[in-house]
């Protein structure tokens, strides 16, 4: 944990052996222009980080040292920058965002550790505090330096539902409830009643929270459900799509494009069209070209929850909203083709 006493800008100068002048102007981002030397700032860059010391933001708004730059932080071990990485169109969101505002965006890949994972704190310090504010992301979270940034008081929104933190956080969320009652709605009006659940063996806080919502909403849509089958992408048997078809199951209801694929192989494999004789609803979207792809399916509005993200860190440092701000964004409404009415004969 951090400790309670934190280090001053007069600490900071004495370590470094420089004015308290000089390490203001290196905070504010006008060390370069007022005519400090490079080897300096980086002597009192070296200093912070001995210290740990992390800019009081709020002061620095005030005093108007905003620096008009926005941290991006991914615990991902490859920074997703290829087109098809899941976390792509969120950075797209966000770098769309960020022009729109007249930011400049830092991607801290220096945060990335020898063994490949991320770390804010790597170098021992708070590296996010070279900008403003930032941004975090990505699905292999480190729960405690959440907290250790929400102790800090640094301004920072993450992307993903963080509901139940220990200490509250900014974050902008997914309406899963919203996209899986779309999902039952269209499944009971087509005239399904009884459905199977195909999700992941490894849960992350997504798929608890697709399979949360769905638990929750199937007695009110009229549909029954045996119990969620979860098993790792390259796993699902046969058998198990045998026996729930034997127990009456016109429809299944799937958590991951990587299942999807999978399932769809199955289905094929027993000589099962979709949607003539069983439907399928995704609660992601389906792999472009996979035997899946046109399938029904809702999907998180990855760009829009990027952009919202850096709407909510500009509010938080402007004052406008609180550390304990959250947003949630609605789905991409249900769209394809793998829904249809139930066999009335298989």
């Not at 708004?61 to 941290?71: A, E, F, K, M």
């Amino acid at each position: 944990m951090p400790s309670s006493t934190r280090p001053s800008q007069r600490d900071i100068a004495r370590l470094a052996q420089v004015s308290q002048a000089a390490v203001s102007l290196v905070l504010t981002g006008k060390a370069t222009e007022k005519g400090i030397a490079t080897a300096t700032q980086e002597k009192i860059r070296a200093a912070m980080d001995s210290l740990g010391y992390v800019p009081n933001a709020a002061a620095r708004s005030l005093r108007g040292g905003r620096n008009g730059l926005l941290g991006v932080h991914t615990f991902e071990r490859v920074f997703p920058v290829a087109t098809d990485d899941y976390y792509h169109e969120f950075l797209v969101g966000i770098e769309e965002q960020a022009v729109a505002e007249g930011q400049d965006l830092v991607l801290f890949a220096s945060t990335q550790l020898p063994d490949g994972t991320r770390s804010v704190y790597g170098r021992g310090s708070n590296r996010l505090r070279l900008t403003d504010g930032a941004v975090v992301l990505g699905r292999e979270r480190n729960e405690e330096e959440m907290e250790r940034l929400a102790v800090e008081g640094f301004p920072f929104v993450l992307v993903g539902n963080r509901a139940g933190a220990v200490t509250p956080m900014p974050y902008v969320a997914a309406d899963y409830p919203t996209a899986v009652t779309e999902v039952l709605r269209a499944l009971a009006v087509a005239g399904h009643r009884r459905l199977a659940y195909l999700g992941m063996a490894a849960r992350r806080r997504p798929q608890e929270e697709r399979l949360r919502a769905f638990r929750a909403l199937v007695p009110d849509t009229g549909l029954t459900c045996s119990a969620p089958h979860l098993v790792e992408a390259g796993t699902v048997a046969d058998a198990w799509v045998g026996r729930e078809l034997d127990d009456g199951v016109t429809a299944f209801v799937v958590e991951t494009p990587e299942h999807a694929a999978e399932l769809a192989g199955l289905l094929c494999a027993r000589g099962l069209a979709v949607p003539v004789d069983v439907s399928v609803a995704c609660l992601d979207v389906p792999e472009p070209g996979s035997a899946a792809d046109g399938w029904s399916h809702v999907g998180v509005a990855r760009r829009a929850m990027g952009a919202r993200a850096v709407r909510v860190l500009l509010g938080l440092l402007d004052g406008g909203l609180p550390r304990t701000h959250v947003d949630v964004v609605p789905c991409l409404p249900l769209r394809g083709n793998s829904i249809g009415a139930p066999p009335t004969t298989r």
